[in-house]
């Protein structure tokens, strides 16, 4: 049983680090509250009608909202047997005090990635669109600029995101995430993960910042 909440920025890679837990722990729920309320909003049902103002206008689904769901979704049996993969949740400190009193997290990981680094990684996107290969400027560039390496098409940038957009984005993450990083802090939960090497860590290293022997 394990109750794991991860917090990382934008492109900080919690979708790969969320992916390598899930190797080591098959059976934890990994739930994503952008992904549920993405759903209700797809399919409007009432909540989805309620939160969609906020999400379209990037702000925070009011707590109320956020708390109910999250709270029906940690009352189902997965969640009793196998604990949970937290991501999106909490998001305020009502939100991390609600958890504590449902289904208290035991360990916090923050994946903390150099603001310069997040900013290449998603300005820097650049794919093809004729064989899908992706590609990055700064970091994997194709060898002849502008041109995909497989099969000679012209490559185009896959964000959407500009630098101050970006930077907007990881304001936004930083304001939100600092409260309830320390609020876990004061409890010894967190765990910092190096979102450098996410790519590369080792079910070892992971399994030990997990606790798991
Ligand atoms: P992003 O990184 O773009 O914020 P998410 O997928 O985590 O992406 O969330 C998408 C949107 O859903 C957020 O912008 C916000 O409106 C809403 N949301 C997700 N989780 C929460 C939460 N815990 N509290 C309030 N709103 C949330
Ligand atoms: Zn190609």
Do not use: W
């Not at 603001?115 to 990684?121: D, Y």
């Not at 994997?140 to 000679?152: F, R, S, V, W």
């Amino acid at each position: 049983m394990k109750q794991i909440v991860l917090f990382g920025a934008p492109a900080a890679g919690k979708g790969t680090l969320a992916g390598k837990i899930k190797k080591i722990l098959p059976q934890i729920p990994h739930i994503s509250t952008g992904d549920i309320l993405r759903e209700n909003k797809k399919n409007e049902t009432p909540l989805g009608l309620k939160a969609k103002e906020y999400m379209d206008s990037g702000k925070l689904v009011p707590d109320e909202l956020v708390i109910d769901m999250v709270e029906d979704r940690l009352k189902r049996d997965d969640v009793k047997n196998y604990g949970y993969l937290l991501d999106g949740f909490p998001r305020t400190l009502s939100q991390a005090e609600k958890l504590e009193e449902i289904a208290p997290a035991e360990v916090v990981l923050v994946l903390d990635v150099p603001r310069q680094e997040l900013l290449n990684r998603v300005l820097g996107r650049i794919s093809c669109p004729e064989c899908n290969a992706i590609y990055n400027k700064f970091s994997i560039p194709p060898k002849k600029e502008g041109i995909c390496d497989i099969c000679g098409a012209k490559l185009v940038h896959r964000s959407d995101d500009t630098e101050e957009t970006m930077n907007k984005r990881i304001d936004t993450y930083e304001e939100n995430a600092g409260p309830v990083i320390r609020f876990y802090e004061e409890k010894g939960l967190v765990k910092h993960v190096d979102g450098t090497r996410t790519m590369h860590l080792t079910e070892k290293e992971i399994k030990s910042f997990l606790e798991i022997v």
